[in-house]
T-cell receptor, first 112, second 115 residues
Framework: SQKIEQNSEALNIQEGKTATLTCNYT??????LQWYRQDPGRGPVFLLL?????KEKRKERLKVTFDTTLKQSLFHITASQPADSATYLC???????????FGTGTRLQVFP | DAGVIQSPRHEVTEMGQEVTLRCKPI?????LFWYRQTMMRGLELLIY????????DSGMPEDRFSAKMPNASFSTLKIQPSEPRDSAVYFC?????????????FGPGTRLTVL
């Protein structure tokens, strides 16, 4: 069955460092991959979308890579800030459906 | 725009009771999605609509769950009868274009507790 894996353990880093989160998938050939941020008690908020034929996408301090050979996406936050502390979810979809399949998320904690 | 609106924000009910969750999508959005989030299973898609028509309900856990979208500005998710294992946070989301390649805007969620 389709499976999306994100680090279940929280990632703790110091302010100013680069945070790198991983999303691995199996038994799936996604056409699109999205990253969302979720704060406690709130709904997920869209951050970035990357297509299968794109290797990398950037938005301000955020960078996403998509390696369909390794079946992996990396999500980077450069110059991290305490305000970046949240849970980050990756989500996959294919060409023939609008169904998004979400990973369980990784909690990021940025310390001053 | 006020964003996606969900009501109620919290619902506590007893096993066997009927529960109705409500959602108002962003005006002009053609797609509406219902999700359920639990610690064990994460965020799962239950059903989604395109132009008020249900497209994929394969995520609906069983016949106790039903969803409707009578018009472009309103949708309901009903659980009848409710069970303790239905306790979760239920999110509604909408998107302007196809959900697979467009931003999905999530509501604040309804936290359901079934005793």
């Amino acid at each position: 069955s389709q499976k999306i894996e994100q680090n279940s353990e929280a990632l703790n880093i110091q302010e100013g460092k680069t945070a790198t989160l991983t999303c691995n998938y199996t038994n799936y050939s996604p056409a699109y991959l999205q990253w969302y941020r979720q704060d406690p008690g709130r709904g997920p908020v869209f951050l970035l979308l990357i297509r299968e034929n794109e290797k990398e996408k950037r938005k301000e301090r955020l960078k996403v890579t998509f390696d369909t050979t390794l079946k992996q996406s990396l999500f980077h936050i450069t110059a991290s800030q305490p305000a970046d502390s949240a849970t980050y979810l990756c989500a996959l979809s294919s060409y023939n459906t609008d169904k998004l399949i979400f990973g369980t998320g990784t909690r990021l904690q940025v310390f001053p | 725009d006020a964003g996606v609106i969900q009501s109620p924000r919290h619902e506590v009910t007893e096993m066997g009771q009927e529960v109705t969750l409500r959602c108002k999508p962003i005006s002009g959005h053609d797609y509406l999605f219902w999700y359920r989030q639990t610690m064990m299973r994460g965020l799962e898609l239950l059903i989604y609509f395109n132009n008020n028509v249900p497209i994929d309900d394969s995520g609906m856990p069983e016949d106790r769950f039903s969803a409707k979208m009578p018009n472009a500005s309103f949708s309901t998710l009903k659980i009848q009868p409710s069970e303790p294992r239905d306790s979760a946070v239920y999110f509604c989301a909408s998107s302007l274009r196809e959900g697979r390649r467009d931003t999905q805007y999530f509501g604040p969620g309804t936290r359901l507790t079934v005793l």
